[in-house]
């Protein structure tokens, strides 16, 4: 009975997906999180571990002050990342938001922070 409750566990642990099956994790951003950098970046680039909903998903820009801004996001590129190019940054603490519409259809947030330099 004990050998037919683990072998029945087993199966079901390889066949049922784990709670965030599908979902898109960040893998790496530019800039990076916690980075200085020696001027504004040109390009922000956000990379996955799958394909994302482009047209679905959000980028944004928050100041030290708190002020947001909206990043338009290229449509060009790897179906894995979100490229956007900020205005002209100004020194000083820089917070992204995203989000993100997984290929499995749930959404995904989260947040980096970065600071530019003088």
Do not use: Y
Request: with cysteine; glycine share 10%; net charge positive.
């Amino acid at each position: 009975m004990t050998l037919a409750v683990v072998l029945l566990a087993s199966a079901l642990a390889l066949v049922l997906p784990g709670p965030a099956a599908g979902h898109s994790l960040l893998l790496e951003s530019s800039p990076p999180a916690g980075a200085v950098t020696a001027g504004p970046p040109r390009v922000i680039t956000l990379v996955f571990n799958n394909r994302i909903e482009k047209r679905l998903c959000r980028l944004r820009l928050v100041d030290g002050q708190g002020q947001a801004q909206t990043l338009a996001i290229s449509p060009e590129g790897p179906a894995d990342r979100l490229e956007a190019s900020p205005p002209g940054l100004r020194p000083g603490p820089w917070r992204v938001e995203w989000v993100v519409m997984s290929s499995d259809g749930h959404v995904v947030s989260g947040v980096f922070a970065f600071r530019v330099g003088p």
